[in-house]
Nanobody, 123 residues
């Protein structure tokens, strides 16, 4: 079992920046993937960025250049930095965890989910 708690969601103006954190606790496998997914109001869940246990990271193509994902392995914390925020970045941001060697950056592959943190964008 892995528990995930997101924090950092806020109301930010267009063009601003935000840093989200995901604190993980529980049992961690040797191989895993931790990722950020978001769900805009009335839309489906989409991948944002994530990091594998070997340190490799992955960012959604549409967000490259504005998003940075990093992890603190010692504290089992995943971070997401979003710059130049746009109205379409609004939504609930979820942290998720996949256990195993064959994890993929895909919502359907995740084993555990946090409850999410809300990001709103104001003009």
């Amino acid at each position: 079992q892995v528990q995930l708690v997101e924090s950092g969601g806020d109301s930010v103006q267009t063009g601003g920046s935000l840093r989200l954190s995901c604190a993980a606790s529980g049992y961690f496998s040797r191989y895993y993937f931790m990722g950020w997914f978001r769900q805009p109001d009335g839309k489906g869940r989409e991948g944002v960025a994530g990091a594998f246990s070997d340190g490799k990271t992955s960012v959604a193509d549409s967000l490259k250049g504005r998003v940075t994902v990093s992890q603190d392995n010692a504290n089992h914390t995943l971070y997401l930095q979003i710059n130049n925020l746009k109205p379409e970045d609004a939504g609930i941001y979820y942290c998720a965890y996949c256990s195993g060697e064959y994890c993929r950056f895909n919502a359907g592959a995740m084993d555990y989910w946090g409850k999410g943190t809300l990001v709103t964008i104001s003009s």
